[in-house]
């Protein structure tokens, strides 16, 4: 969803304009937000391009945005300058389309795209549970999520906070924006660094930990919790 301090939308391309101006030396990051937004349809330059009959064109958006000037996440983007320019060590990318195999530029479901992603990041602010970055991680997807978010909590109690173990968890308040956005950094700048080997072994662990998450391993909880509630309910009648 485009709730642009909840999900952590404002400190993730914050993350991504200090990478882009740091003396980061590792692999070049491509970077895809991935948020569904109003748009008139397909670039359709940007397919011309993909397609190989365009050359020149170059865009940071995958669709015509409507009220371009108004959008919280170009503008951000235009403010720190985030230009795609040759040389960056950063490109970014605004997916503003829902991912259902029809976009008319990746023309793939979300999950078949989240296969062919190295990290994902859910930076939230806010996220009762957060079953994104739970998902990334069952595709063998390392992920970066936070302190403020329940699957974030619940990574911390299994002891899995640093990315090598398949999720790093950033811990977030009301006024640590820039000790989270360097966290960030460090998490992006570390695992660009990581050799394949190490990588292989931080996937294998995500979906290690996805495991454990599990319906069958929840279920019983949620049926103790019911008769809890049942009894107390039959109490006072």
């Known amino acids: ?17 200090k990478l882009n101006h740091t003396d980061f030396k590792g692999k070049s990051v491509h970077a895809f937000i991935m948020i ?14 993909l397609e190989g009959s365009e050359s020149r064109y170059v865009t940071r958006a995958s669709h015509y945005l409507m009220n371009q000037e108004y959008d919280n996440v170009t503008r951000r983007i235009n403010d720190v300058q985030l230009l795609n320019s040759v040389g960056d060590k950063v490109k970014v990318y605004f997916i503003p389309s829902y991912l259902n195999g029809n976009d008319g530029i990746f023309n793939m479901p979300y999950y078949d795209l989240l296969a062919g992603l190295d990290l994902t990041l859910f930076p939230s602010y806010y996220e009762p549970w957060g079953y994104t970055p739970l998902e990334s991680m069952a595709f063998h997807v390392p992920t970066i999520c936070t ?4 699957y974030g909590v619940w990574c911390e109690e299994q002891g899995c906070t640093t990315i090598d173990k398949g999720v ?6 009301d006024s640590n924006t820039d000790e989270v956005v360097g966290h960030i950094v460090h998490t992006i700048a570390y695992y660009s660094s990581l050799t394949p ?8 662990a995500a979906v290690e930990l996805a495991l454990k998450a599990e319906w069958q391993h929840f279920f ?3 049926r103790e919790a019911y008769a809890i509630a049942l009894k107390k309910a039959a109490a006072r009648q």
């Open 1 to 17: 969803r485009y709730e642009w301090k909840n999900k952590g939308i404002d400190v993730y391309i914050d993350a991504l304009d």
């Open 36 to 49: 569904p937004s109003g748009h008139n349809g397909p670039d359709k330059q940007l397919a011309a391009k």
């Open 147 to 150: 302190s403020l978010s329940g």
């Open 168 to 173: 790093a968890v950033i811990y977030r308040n």
């Open 197 to 204: 080997r190490k990588v292989a072994a931080a996937r294998k």
């Open 220 to 222: 019983p909880y949620y």
